[in-house]
C-alpha cells in the first residue's frame, strides 16, 4: 500500500497515493511524506529507485533482520531501527524493522506492518505542522516507538517486584523457571535498545546538515529521542540483572538448604557408625567371643552404646551442628 501527504508551495495539505508523487516532483518547494506499507521486496525496490533512494540503502532496508543503523547518503539520512507491532505482559513481543529516509522535502517510510508511530504521526502530522521538517518528524516517529517500548517494559516493573517479595518470602521453582524465562527475554530486548541507543548517538554525534538546515528544532528532538533511549536500555538492564540476582539468591537459599539437610545427615551419620560397629561385630557367629556367655553382656553393650550416643549427641548440641 501507497499513501502520501502533500504539502504544496502554496500552503494546502492533501493526501493521496502515487498520484501526488507526480506533483509534488513538478513543485519546487513542496513537501511529501511516502509511506510504504507491506510492499512486495520487488515493487518496493522500484518505487526506492525511482525516488534516487541509494542501491546500499535499499539494500540494508530489504535484508532479513538487519541490526539498526543509520547512516548519511546524498539525497537522504537513513534511519533503520525496530518498530513493535505486539508486545504483552510476559514480555514476549513482535517487532518489525522500519526504515525512515530523510531527505531535503521528503520522508519515505517503510514497515510490512502497521507501526503504531508511523500511524499516530499520520494522523497529527498536519496539526503540528511537521511535514516541514523530515528529519524531525523522522525522530519524532521513532521517539513515539520507543515510548511504546517503555511504557510497556514500565508496566512490566510491578509484577517483577511481586516475584522478588515471592522469592524472598517462599522462593519455589515455578516462580524460578519464569525469572529465566524473563531473563532470557530482557536479554533480548537489551540487545534491540542498545541498538537503538547507539544509533541517536551516532546522530548526535554528527548530524547531517540537510537536517540542520530544516525548519525545525532537530538537535533537541533527537536529543530527546536519545534520553528515552537511554532511560528504557537502562531500565532493561537493570531489570536484565534483578532476574539474574533473584535467580542467584534462589539457588544460594536453595544450597543453604541442602547444607542444612546434610548438615543434619552427617550428624544422625556419626551418631550411628560407632554403633553399627558395635553391632556388626557382635552380629559374627563364632564361637570363641567370651562376651557371648556374658549373663549381663547384652545390658552392658546397650549401655555402652547409649554412652556413645549420648556423648556424640551432646558434642553435636554444644557445637551447633
Given at each position: 500500500?501507497?499513501?502520501?501527504q502533500?504539502l ?6 492533501l493526501?493521496g497515493?502515487?498520484?501526488?508523487i507526480?506533483r509534488w516532483?513538478?513543485?519546487a ?6 509511506d510504504l506499507e ?6 518496493e525496490?522500484i518505487?526506492?529507485q525511482?525516488l534516487?533512494?541509494h ?12 541490526p539498526p543503523?543509520?547512516e ?5 539520512t537513513?534511519?533503520l531501527?525496530?518498530g ?16 525512515l529516509?530523510?531527505?531535503?522535502r521528503?520522508l519515505i517510510?517503510c514497515?510490512?506492518r ?11 502530522a498536519?496539526q503540528e ?9 523522522a525522530?519524532?516517529?521513532m ?13 512490566f516493573?510491578?509484577?517483577l517486584?511481586e516475584?522478588?517479595d515471592s ?8 516462580t ?5 524465562a524473563y531473563?532470557?527475554?530482557l ?7 542498545s541498538?537503538h ?20 528544532d532537530?538537535e533537541?528532538g533527537?536529543q ?9 536500555n ?6 536484565f ?19 542444612n539437610t ?8 556419626a551418631?550411628f557408625?560407632?554403633?553399627?560397629f558395635i553391632v556388626g561385630i557382635y552380629?559374627?557367629n563364632?564361637?570363641?567371643m567370651?562376651e557371648?556367655?556374658w549373663?549381663y553382656?547384652?545390658?552392658?553393650i546397650?549401655g555402652?552404646?547409649?554412652v ?7 558434642i553435636?548440641?554444644k557445637k551447633w551442628w
Open positions: 500500500m501507497i499513501r502520501t502533500l504544496t508551495s502554496n500552503g494546502e495539505w493526501t497515493g502515487e498520484e501526488l507526480t516532483r513538478e513543485e518547494s513542496g513537501f511529501i511524506w511516502i507491506g510492499e512486495r521486496p520487488a515493487d525496490k518505487i526506492l525511482s534516487d533512494c542501491q546500499l540503502a535499499i539494500e540494508d532496508v530489504q535484508r532479513y533482520r538487519h543503523k543509520t548519511t547518503f546524498d539525497n537522504y537513513l534511519i531501527y525496530r513493535l507491532s505486539e508486545f504483552k505482559k510476559d514480555l514476549t513481543f513482535k517487532q518489525m524493522t522500519i526504515a529516509f530523510a531527505g531535503d521528503c517510510s514497515h510490512q502497521p507501526s503504531r508511530g508511523v500511524s499516530y504521526f499520520w494522523e497529527h498536519q505542522n511537521l511535514l516541514v521538517s523530515p528529519g524531525l518528524l525522530s519524532r516517529i521517539r513515539f516507538s520507543v515510548g511504546c517500548y517503555l511504557d510497556s517494559i514500565l508496566e516493573e510491578p509484577f517486584n516475584m522478588e522469592m524472598q518470602e517462599k522462593p519455589n521453582d515455578e524460578m523457571r519464569e525469572l529465566i531473563k532470557s527475554r536479554r533480548k530486548l537489551k540487545r534491540i535498545f541498538y541507543e547507539r544509533l541517536v548517538t551516532n546522530l548526535l554525534k554528527d548530524i547531517p546538515q540537510r537536517l540542520i538546515d530544516e525548519d525545525g532537530i533537541h533527537l530527546d529521542l536519545f534520553e528515552r533511549c537511554e532511560r528504557l537502562s531500565l532493561c538492564t537493570m531489570y540483572e534483578i532476574c539474574g540476582d533473584l535467580i542467584n539468591g534462589y539457588l544460594s537459599i536453595s544450597s543453604h538448604q541442602l547444607n546434610m548438615k543434619v545427615l552427617t550428624i544422625i551419620t551418631i557408625v560407632p554403633l553399627t552380629g559374627m563364632f564361637d570363641n567370651p557371648l556367655h549373663h553382656g547384652y545390658y552392658y546397650l555402652l552404646m547409649l556413645i550416643a549420648s556423648l556424640f549427641g551432646g553435636a548440641y
